[in-house]
């Protein structure tokens, strides 16, 4: 890849920092621009049995190495968001995690140039579809997709996208014929997204016009993928190739309007707007889920279709799964579960009382029944620290 170097793992060393991102055979952010590299960052990479990572920035080594083992696994993993896993969240960790697995090993076959048999991703196809259609709580997804971040970023992202849309079609009354093929649309759609160069995807200034039209290649890469390398039906390829497709023709790559996007890709049009709002790039913090959901209602007016995301917003309401909010007894709260019926009054539990202290086993309001009491506003998590 023109203007980046490749180190082997075996030439990293604690103390490391880059000026530029560094990235994964997968163009997948394995280490920040200016994060210095500590002992359990490297072990985690060499667990993954990477063997070398791409950068276009420069190695810096710093005067003390950063503190390693637990403690710096304690300060590098912890949570910009706080969510709250309960046990039926935390029950399908291991089924995200093996989803996760399966379409990164994927991915990284079709980056190499290696052949893929279809029936590797629909296999994780049926299983989503399976595990979430059998499951009647769908809060528990939307607050896997929440606490899941840290990775890959091009895998995470296509997974939690399809749980969203899986999650949606069935909102929708979607079959499970039609549900698989949903599934099967979002775990490919972005897939053309390896197909162009890190330096680009990595880059954290603004892109220029020449760049931004080669990342506007990538549902056409897409399109190709699954149609031709991977024999998979028109329909699905269409998701890939669609994708970045509005309703009022200002999308691309054809600047198709309303009905011609076809509606599994107007579908995967809105979770993904969501699901990357959501996320940490490297260029940007991501948004809290209520700034994110405010986004894609406003957005999508005028460029996505506003029936399905009735739909969408009556699955996650105006205040998602995992937002912060206050309260008008002065209490703040994390949202632990949506109302289809009342968007605008979800079920709450409190974390911190009226004079800000924290709580740990606070009490859980149905606020949809509390006439008392009332959302006053969202708060982003640093708003939340520095409550007092």
Avoid: W
């Avoid at 053309?192 to 954290?204: Q, S």
């Avoid at 890939?240 to 309007?257: A, Q, T, V």
């Avoid at 004079?355 to 309001?365: A, H, L, P, R, T």
Wanted: positive net charge.
């Amino acid at each position: 890849m023109a203007g980046m170097k490749r180190i082997r793992i075996d030439e990293l060393k604690v103390g490391m920092k880059f000026t530029k991102s560094v990235f994964d055979a997968h163009m997948n952010i394995v280490l920040p621009a200016g994060k210095v590299l500590d002992k359990f960052t490297l072990n985690q990479l060499k667990s993954r049995n990477i063997e070398f990572v791409d950068t276009a920035g420069e190695v810096i080594m710093v005067d003390e190495a950063p503190v390693s083992g637990f403690a710096a696994a304690e300060k590098e993993i912890k949570p910009k968001k706080t969510i709250i896993v309960n046990k039926e969240t935390a029950k399908y960790i291991d089924f995200y995690k093996d989803c996760l697995t399966a379409i990164g090993k994927i991915y990284r076959k079709i980056l190499s140039g290696e052949s893929v048999d279809a029936e590797e991703v629909q296999q994780v196809a049926s299983k989503i579809v399976n595990t979430i259609t059998t499951e009647q709580n769908p809060n528990n997804f939307i607050n896997l997709v929440n606490i899941a971040g840290k990775g890959e970023y091009l895998v995470n992202h296509v997974i939690n996208a399809t749980i969203l849309a899986v999650l949606l079609g069935k909102k929708l009354g979607y079959s499970t014929v039609k549900l698989f093929n949903l599934a099967l649309a979002g775990l490919l759609y972005d897939v053309g997204m390896v197909k162009i160069p890190a330096i680009i995807v990595e880059k954290e200034s603004q892109l220029s016009a020449e760049e931004f039209n080669i990342i506007k290649t990538h549902p056409i890469y897409s399109y190709q993928i699954i149609a031709k390398d991977l024999g998979l039906p028109i329909e699905i390829a269409r998701v890939g190739l669609e994708h970045h497709e509005r309703f009022d023709g200002s999308g691309y790559p054809r600047k198709l309007i309303g009905n011609e996007i076809s509606e599994l890709s107007r579908i995967i049009a809105i979770v993904d707007t969501y699901e990357a709002l959501i996320k940490d790039r490297a260029y940007r913090e991501g948004k809290n889920n209520y700034e994110a959901m405010k986004t894609v209602l406003g957005e999508g007016s005028k460029k996505m279709d506003t029936e399905i995301l009735k739909f969408f917003l009556s699955m996650m309401s105006i205040y998602p799964v995992g937002s912060f909010v206050e309260l008008s007894n002065g209490c703040i709260a994390q949202v632990i579960s949506s109302d289809p019926v009342s968007p605008f009054f979800p079920t709450v539990k409190i974390i911190k009382d009226e004079f800000k202290e924290n709580v740990s086993d606070g009490e859980v309001i149905r606020l949809s029944r509390r006439k008392d009491i009332y959302i006053v506003r969202s708060l982003s998590l640093k708003e939340i620290k520095n409550a007092r």
